[in-house]
């Protein structure tokens, strides 16, 4: 019998610099850690129907790497771009080439932040955005991802 992940849909979920150190960071992103956030993703995955690949990478490369990669493995992506959201065409362009919804999120609200973190390269290209819901809004991202991507009768 196959495996049932193998006919859900996959959602990968890419976090960008410095993301492996929250819970530690300054404390607008909260007491929550990445690996805490990737469980309660893994846990509502299971409710929803889809599969989720997390990966997290300080490096530019990496993340262009893996958005290529969804190209034809994966449903959905969402993406929280971190310190590349105003600084990366080059990672935009690897997301705005995709067939499926990609969802931008951010831990913060950026436009309530300092002036150069309101620009977004990815916010005209994505199919939604998350934004000010803490670590919360990886879930509401996966949710919508869900929503987009789960066959309904």
């Known amino acids: 019998m196959a495996d049932s992940s193998s006919i859900r849909p996959r959602i990968l979920v890419l976090n960008g610099p ?3 150190y929250l819970g530690r960071r300054e404390p607008i992103y909260g007491t929550v850690t990445l690996d ?3 469980a309660s993703m893994h846990e509502a995955a299971e409710r929803l129907g889809v599969t989720v690949d997390f990966r997290q990478s300080n490096s530019e490369g990496v993340l262009i790497d893996a958005a290529q990669e969804a190209m034809d493995n994966f449903e959905a992506v969402i993406l929280n ?3 590349f ?3 990366s065409i080059a990672l935009r362009d690897s997301m705005s080439m995709l067939p499926v919804p990609v ?3 951010h831990i913060t609200n950026i436009h309530a932040r300092e002036t150069w973190r309101h620009m977004s390269y990815f916010s005209t290209m994505a199919t939604a955005i998350v ?3 803490g670590t919360h809004g990886y879930v509401l991202a996966l949710e919508h991802a869900a929503y987009l991507t789960v066959p309904r009768p």
């Open 131 to 133: 934004m000010g819901a």
């Open 103 to 105: 969802i931008e999120i």
């Open 81 to 83: 771009p971190a310190g």
């Open 18 to 20: 410095n993301l492996n």
């Open 36 to 38: 805490e956030v990737e």
């Open 85 to 87: 959201t105003s600084t």
